[in-house]
Every structure is written in structure tokens, then in C-alpha cells.
């Protein structure tokens, strides 16, 4: 390959020197200098991906009324650290949501009820760092809105400035119906959440599917209807019976999104952690999730690989190693030798 090749690969045309044919020696600081533009020397913990790589369209609110309206489905996963959003923004999902399942997921908690809003907001702000283009919605958990409409406005705002999120989550239909119109006329989008709502679970007598009977279902669609008049712009469906659901989807003007609800939602939602088998074996899953990995078997077998070669010196190998010119250790070596020949004869 020609060096005028060579330059105009690493160039611009009207800035390559004359002549035509530089010299290999004039070339590389200039190639060296464009790339330095590229590549930054990082720390090996850096959170950062590839500077370089392509990055979606930012999804909103009306990115999401279009997929609605074009019947495509929704994609939602829940995240709770940078890394957990990382991966599912660069995996492409529409929303990453802040979960209160990060109780359990994240800080090895009983259930959601556990979790208070300042952990709530730690976590959104971490998610959010590396979300570039998912619409990232954070949960109000419980304790933070079930007083007045006020606190829960209150906790809202907290969760959007300083969680950094675009929306906020919140379980109840028809008796959070004022609390969620108070939140949504000050600007800040709510994703409502209808059937099973976890932090109720003493309540309603554990983690038990809603609207199986005629009473039951009704009830769900009352209160999916009840939190679209409040201004929510989804609603999350969980562990409702699919046909049930599907029907409260064709009633509603909103997008739903199903967590143990059929195929008949507008989208739909796992924990992260659950699907991606984050988890050790023998623990429960609910029905309907389905486990597409088995992340924790993949960290077991590579920490186990990497404990057993730090223990037979394997690791690290030459190749891991940062080099020093022999004659630069041989100096090294003989300054300390005759240090300590000082040394000795100094305390003898």
C-alpha cells in the first residue's frame, strides 16, 4: 500500500502535506494524533462503552404512542444498577424500568415494601447514567405516595430531578386515581400498574392472580380505565388471566404492558434478573416468566476458573504482565544491591 494511501485514510485530502508521497515518518504523528481524538486511555473499571458505536433514536413518550398506534410491541425490562442498563439499552429495549424489585435483586431485601425512596432514587440515578436512548421510568415505592396526592407529587419530582428518570411508576387504580392526576397535570408522565400490585400483597393475601372471577375482572378494568382518565400514559397489567387482559387492552386508548398477562398487551415486562437467570439454582420462579440465560452460571464457572489459576500461579501469565527493558531492572537491581551493601555496613 502506497504512504499516500496510508495518509488519506488517516487525513482529510486538503490536509495532507506535500509532497504527495510523505514519508513514513511524517505520516504516523499525524495518524497518531487522529487517533488519539478516538481512543482515550481509560481505567480498567471504566463504566464506558465504545465511543464509537451507533446510538438509537432517544425513545419518549411519542415514540411510544407510535409503536401503540402501529400495534408493534412494546419491549420493557427492569434494571437496577449501570451495568444491568447498560446492557439492556445497547440490547435495544424501548423502556428500562427502576423497579422496586431491586429490594430482593440489589440489596437482598424480603419483598418491595422494604425499599424507601431515597434507595429508590440512588438506583434511578445509576440506571440513567447509562441509559442513552431507552425511556427509563423510575418506581415511587411504597410509603412515598399513599398519604395525599401531595407527597406523592413531592416524591415524584424527587424521583425525576434527582433520580433522573423520564417517568415514574406507581401500583393502585381507582383510589390513586386523584393521586395520579395530581403528579401528571405538574408535567411528570405515570405508568400505572393494575391487578397484582406487589406492595400490597398482605392485603390481598400474597402474590395471588387478580380478575379470575367475574367480580374480579371487572375490577381490573375499572381501575385500568379509572388511571387512563387520570392522565397515566401505560398502564402495567400483572398476573391477570390473559383473556381478561386482552379485553382491558381493547378498552383502553393507552398501552398496556403484560407481566404474567398474555400474549394481548400492548407490550410486555421481566425482571432482569429472572430472565437473564441472574439467580442460583432451586430458587422459585412465577409461571410466567421464562429464564432466556443463565447469567449466574456463566460468573460461576469464570470465578471458579479464575480462583483456581490464581491458586496454581497461572494467573497472571506473561501476557498480563507489564514489560521493563533488561537493562533497566539490571540498573534497578544493582541500586538496591548497593544499597544494601550501605546498609549492612552501616549497622555492623
Not at 431491586?102 to 440515578?125: F, K, N, P, Q, W
Not at 387504580?173 to 411528570?188: D, F, H, L, P, Q
Not at 404474567?260 to 432482569?272: F, H, K, P, R
Request: glycine letters at 8%; charged letters at 20%; hydrophobic letters at 40%.
Amino acid at each position: 500500500m502506497s504512504r499516500s494511501v496510508t495518509a488519506s485514510r488517516c487525513l482529510p485530502t486538503s490536509l495532507i502535506p506535500s509532497p504527495k508521497r510523505p514519508s513514513s515518518a511524517a505520516v504516523a504523528p499525524l495518524c497518531a494524533s487522529l487517533r488519539s481524538q478516538w481512543q482515550v486511555r481509560r481505567s480498567s473499571h471504566s463504566p464506558l462503552g465504545n465511543p464509537l458505536a451507533a446510538q438509537r433514536k432517544k425513545v419518549t413518550i411519542n415514540t411510544l404512542r407510535a409503536l401503540h398506534q402501529k400495534d408493534e410491541p412494546i419491549t420493557m425490562i427492569t434494571a437496577h444498577d449501570f451495568p444491568s442498563a447498560h446492557v439492556a439499552d445497547h440490547a435495544g429495549m424501548d423502556i428500562i424500568l427502576v423497579g422496586d424489585s431491586l429490594a430482593m435483586v440489589a440489596l437482598g431485601m424480603e419483598d418491595t415494601s422494604e425499599v424507601v425512596l431515597e434507595e429508590m432514587i440512588l438506583h434511578c440515578r445509576s440506571v440513567s447514567r447509562a441509559t442513552k436512548a431507552a425511556f427509563t421510568i423510575g418506581d415511587l415505592p411504597m410509603g412515598s405516595y399513599e398519604i395525599a396526592p401531595e407527597q406523592a407529587l413531592e416524591s415524584a419530582v424527587k424521583v425525576i430531578k434527582e433520580g433522573r428518570v423520564q417517568a415514574v411508576k406507581l401500583e393502585g387504580g381507582v383510589e390513586y386515581a386523584t393521586t395520579i392526576e395530581k403528579i401528571t397535570r405538574a408535567g411528570i408522565p405515570v405508568l400505572g400498574h393494575v391487578g397484582l400490585t406487589p406492595q400490597r400483597q398482605h392485603s390481598i393475601g400474597g402474590f395471588r392472580v387478580q380478575g379470575k372471577t367475574t367480580l374480579g375482572a371487572l375490577k381490573v378494568l375499572e381501575d385500568a380505565l379509572a388511571v387512563q382518565a387520570a392522565g397515566c400514559f401505560a398502564v402495567v397489567i400483572e398476573a391477570v388471566p390473559a383473556e381478561v387482559a386482552a379485553l382491558v387492552t381493547k378498552k383502553l386508548k393507552i398501552p398496556t404492558i403484560g407481566i404474567g398477562a398474555g400474549n394481548g398487551c400492548s407490550g410486555q415486562v421481566l425482571v432482569q434478573a429472572d430472565m437473564s437467570g441472574n439467580f442460583p439454582p432451586g430458587r422459585f420462579l412465577p409461571k410466567f416468566v421464562k429464564q432466556y440465560g443463565n447469567v449466574w452460571a456463566e460468573s460461576m464457572k469464570a470465578i471458579e476458573a479464575y480462583k483456581s489459576e490464581v491458586k496454581s500461579r497461572q494467573y497472571p501469565a506473561p501476557a498480563h504482565t507489564y514489560p521493563m527493558p533488561p537493562e533497566e531492572y539490571t540498573e534497578f537491581e544493582r541500586l538496591i544491591d548497593s544499597k544494601r551493601d550501605v546498609m549492612v555496613s552501616t549497622f555492623s
